[in-house]
């Protein structure tokens, strides 16, 4: 018994999509350290898209344990700007 929990960290190249849709078999806070990246939310029944949210450095935003959702990096690679966010959970 106890508390357990973790830290990633995901530094993804600009314009780059981190991992495919997924879902989570925990609650995560991600924390968005530096660059910004766009949260695609998706419906848990169909899987198309239910909400889209942008976080920029600063922004902290809480996803719910099985919550369908995949991120990319805003930009474009010929700019080099890369995201870096942490998911703790």
């Known amino acids: 018994t106890g508390l357990s929990g973790g830290v990633n960290g995901y530094l993804t190249p600009a314009g780059a999509i981190g991992k495919?849709?997924?879902?989570?078999?925990?609650?995560?806070?991600v924390l968005q350290l530096a660059g910004?990246?766009?949260w695609k939310l998706l419906d848990d029944v169909t899987r198309e898209l239910a909400a889209e949210v942008v976080l920029q450095t600063g922004d902290v935003m809480y996803?719910?344990?099985?919550?369908?959702?995949?991120?990319?990096?805003?930009?474009?690679?010929s700019r080099r700007t890369p995201s870096l966010h942490l998911a703790v959970g």
């Open 20 to 29: 495919p849709p997924h879902v989570d078999d925990h609650d995560v806070f």
């Open 36 to 38: 910004g990246k766009v």
């Open 63 to 77: 996803l719910p344990q099985g919550l369908p959702h995949h991120a990319q990096a805003e930009g474009v690679e």
